[in-house]
């Protein structure tokens, strides 16, 4: 079975500043999609980015970047310069190609507060 | 272009109660998905449609849940009776297509609060 592990319930960042939220994965899949989403307060999710597990290079739109590490499993996201807005629950997310039908596995999420 | 939405944002009810919320998708898009998050914890798949028919229903806690499609458009997700751990927030995705890198467009989730 899949399993996304986010162990930051909470992370503070001033805004301008980077942060990296952490995921790790475990699947014995060998193609898999590690997705993330943000959460703001409004509820609604906003897919940021998509990493592909045979993609060589890592994934970046705009202030977002994935510094996806294979043999390590993690597949952290990287918001630069980070901005009131980005005050939100982020979620890590894996779809697997065989046997996982198109769902989504999710984290726990983890808690960004950007402060000025 | 409208978005998936989701009513109702917010529902309470007593245990033993039924509640149905309801996912209009993005227009088009044959697949549609069910998730929920239990306060604290991950967000967890529940079912997928494709058109009317269940693709994958791995998710369902049990047959206190039932969700339909009518006609492949909007879903329907039915909860009776209620239970106290059915407490969450219910959330719908929609992608037009089935892949690895596939987006799935979710709505704003339905907060359900059984007392």
């Known amino acids: 079975a899949q399993k996304i592990t986010q162990t930051q319930p909470g992370m503070f960042v001033q805004e301008k500043e980077a942060v990296t939220l952490d995921c790790t994965y475990d699947t014995s899949d060998p193609s898999y999609g590690l997705f993330w989403y943000k959460q703001p307060s409004s509820g609604e999710m906003i897919f940021l980015i998509y990493?592909?597990?045979?993609?060589?290079q890592n994934a970046t739109e705009g202030r977002y970047s994935l510094n996806f590490q294979k043999a390590r499993k993690s597949a952290n996201l990287v918001i630069s310069a980070s901005q009131l807005g980005d005050s939100a629950m982020y979620f890590c997310a894996m779809r697997i190609a065989t046997g996982g039908g198109n769902k989504l596995t999710f984290g726990t999420g983890t808690q960004l507060k950007v402060e000025l | 272009e409208a978005g998936v939405t989701q009513f109702p944002s917010h529902s309470v009810i007593e245990k033993g109660q039924t509640v149905t919320l309801r996912c209009d998708p993005i227009s088009g898009h044959d697949n549609l998905y069910w998730y929920r998050r239990v306060m604290g914890k991950e967000i967890k798949f529940l079912l997928h449609?494709?058109?009317?028919?269940?693709?994958?229903e791995s998710g369902m806690p049990n047959n206190r849940f039932l969700a339909e499609r009518t006609g492949g458009t909007y879903s329907t997700l039915k909860v009776q009776p209620a239970e106290l751990e059915d407490s969450g927030v219910y959330f719908c995705?929609?992608?037009?297509?089935?892949?690895?890198?596939?987006?799935?467009?979710f709505g704003q989730g339905t907060r359900l609060t059984v007392v």
């Open positions: 990493q592909g597990s045979y993609d060589q």
């Open positions: 449609f494709v058109k009317e028919s269940k693709q994958d």
């Open positions: 995705a929609s992608s037009q297509d089935v892949g690895m890198n596939t987006e799935a467009f």
